[in-house]
């Protein structure tokens, strides 16, 4: 007998919307999006699990006839455990987009977000050169940085955008000084962002500079081509 394990059959509403809280929508955050990755990944084992039950009905699969020639149920196979797995297949693959639709949303949140902050500081390190002279500004608009690359491979996705060794970095897609607590954020957001622009900001002997990095897959190993390690202050 094949038992339904559909997230949806254990799933709140509130863990069914992590973009949504007690107290009305708030924005989505890093931990959502590793929260739903968790599940996507844990419907496409049921996803797969079902399939195994109809593989092992004579490879039944979603739509052969359940009827003999004559019309009569099929002997050879049990249509408890068929019907019962292709049900929950087709409730899965629905639970199964609306995560991914979820992830897109919260990915697409986190980046709106990410290009707001940086607007602000540049109006807010504009401002503050305004009002402290060119001879001291610079040095305390610069923002704080979490990370720093210690190495380049050649004619990776890292150095086609300009990354350097050295390079200290402040803002890297979705993560910046006040949420990041790791590498794995960092990784998180570059598996996420497999072929698309990433906007990556880094000081450079005392300047900072914007580079859009887009993870890809390419002669060496990883989707950037580079080494980062955590900023010790």
Same mark, same amino acid.
């Given at each position: 007998?094949?038992?339904?394990?559909?997230?949806?059959?254990?799933?709140?509403? $509130?863990? =069914?919307?992590?973009?949504?809280?007690?107290?009305?929508?708030?924005? =989505?955050?890093?931990?959502?999006?590793?929260?739903?990755?968790?599940? $996507?990944?844990?419907?496409?084992?049921?996803?797969?699990?079902?399939?195994? *039950? !109809?593989?092992?009905?004579?490879? *039944?699969?979603?739509?052969?006839? %359940?009827?003999?020639?004559?019309?009569?149920?099929?002997?050879?196979?049990?249509?408890?455990?068929?019907?019962?797995?292709?049900?929950?297949?087709?409730? !899965?693959?629905?639970?199964? $987009?609306? *995560?991914?639709?979820?992830?897109?949303?919260?990915?697409?949140?986190?980046? =709106?977000?990410? $290009?707001?902050?940086?607007?602000?500081?540049?109006?807010?390190?504009?401002?503050?050169?305004?009002?402290?002279?060119?001879?001291?500004?610079?040095?305390?608009? +610069?923002?704080? =940085?979490?990370?720093?690359?210690?190495?380049?491979?050649?004619?990776?996705?890292?150095?086609?955008?300009?990354?350097?060794?050295?390079?200290?970095?402040?803002?890297?897609?979705?993560?910046?000084?006040?949420?990041?607590?790791? +590498?794995?954020?960092?990784?998180?957001?570059?598996?996420?962002?497999?072929?698309?622009? %990433?906007?990556?900001? *880094?000081?450079?002997?005392?300047?900072?500079?914007?580079?859009?990095?887009?993870?890809?897959?390419?002669?060496?190993?990883? %989707?950037?081509?580079?080494?980062?390690?955590? %900023?010790?202050?």
């Amino acid at each position: 007998m094949v038992r339904d394990t559909r997230p949806g059959s254990t799933m709140s509403d $509130k863990e =069914a919307r992590p973009s949504e809280g007690s107290s009305g929508a708030r924005a =989505a955050t890093v931990s959502d999006i590793h929260e739903l990755m968790r599940r $996507k990944e844990e419907i496409e084992a049921q996803i797969k699990a079902n399939y195994d *039950v !109809l593989e092992g009905q004579k490879g *039944v699969g979603m739509d052969e006839p %359940l009827v003999d020639c004559e019309g009569y149920p099929r002997a050879d196979v049990d249509l408890y455990q068929v019907r019962t797995a292709r049900h929950n297949i087709i409730c !899965l693959q629905n639970d199964h $987009k609306a *995560v991914m639709k979820q992830v897109e949303e919260a990915l697409h949140q986190l980046h =709106a977000r990410d $290009k707001e902050k940086q607007a602000r500081d540049r109006a807010e390190a504009r401002q503050e050169a305004l009002s402290r002279g060119h001879s001291h500004s610079h040095s305390h608009s +610069l923002p704080q =940085a979490f990370a720093k690359v210690n190495s380049v491979s050649p004619g990776s996705p890292a150095s086609t955008a300009g990354l350097q060794v050295d390079d200290e970095i402040v803002e890297f897609g979705s993560v910046n000084p006040q949420n990041f607590q790791s +590498l794995h954020n960092i990784s998180s957001v570059v598996q996420h962002s497999e072929g698309k622009p %990433l906007n990556v900001t *880094v000081i450079r002997r005392g300047e900072k500079h914007q580079l859009r990095l887009v993870p890809s897959r390419w002669t060496g190993r990883g %989707l950037l081509g580079c080494n980062i390690v955590p %900023l010790q202050r």
